[in-house]
T-cell receptor
């Protein structure tokens, strides 16, 4: 069964304290893995796409990496404005169509 | 600017009433999706459509209906058969297998 699992569910960091969020996936034939940021009461905002193991993408304090079983979102020297829920997703095929499976997210709180 | 527009932002439904959530996109995407988000439960797929005049049920389609008469539009109706409709509803669009883009959501509350 296709599945995406994120950990931890919640994470509290002090400003400047680097850490990583994990997204483990079980899909047959990965066609991409996507990371999103969601602020309270808003729709998720697209961050990164990763297609193959070993690939890395960076944006400001965020870096996403991909292996054959999981993806990490590394946050370097976070600031309070990085506080949000981070979601990962993969597209999966079903009966000739495709849909997206999302993880339940990691709620990040960065304290000043 | 290209994007996905959901309306209204807030919607209140009385018991036994049907309500329709609007979703319009100008990204020229073929696929559109409706997800429901509840606290602690992540995103659950309600309905999706890959082409005009065709759509598929997702994991929690009961009590909902959709139409896809135009490529740009994918409205969702929450019927009176949906017993627990209070949630945050997200419309999504994408090109084949690529990253999905979200609207800003509609928060539906039963009063």
């Amino acid at each position: 069964e296709d599945q995406v699992t994120q950990s931890p569910e919640a994470l509290r960091l002090q400003e400047g304290e680097s850490s990583s969020l994990n997204c483990s996936y079980t899909v047959s034939g990965l066609r991409g893995l996507f990371w999103y940021r969601q602020d309270p009461g808003k729709g998720p905002e697209f961050l990164f796409t990763l297609y193959s193991a070993g690939e890395e993408k960076e944006k400001e304090r965020l870096k996403a990496t991909l292996t054959k079983k999981e993806s990490f979102l590394h946050i370097t020297a976070p600031k309070p404005e990085d506080s949000a829920t981070y979601l990962c997703a993969v597209p999966v095929s079903t009966s000739g169509t495709y849909k997206y499976i999302f993880g339940t997210g990691t709620r990040l709180k960065v304290l000043a | 600017d290209g994007g996905i527009t959901q309306s209204p932002k807030y919607l209140f439904r009385k018991e036994g009433q049907n309500v329709t959530l609007s979703c319009e996109q100008n990204l020229n995407h073929d696929a559109m999706y409706w997800y429901r988000q509840d606290p602690g439960q992540g995103l659950r797929l309600i309905y999706y459509s890959q082409i005009v005049n065709d759509f598929q049920k997702g994991d929690i389609a009961e009590g909902y209906s959709v139409s896809r008469e135009k490529k740009e539009s994918f409205p969702l109706t929450v019927t009176s058969a949906q017993k627990n409709p209070t949630a945050f509803y997200l419309c999504v669009s994408s090109r084949f297998w690529t990253e999905a883009f979200f609207g800003q959501g509609t928060r539906l509350t039963v009063v």
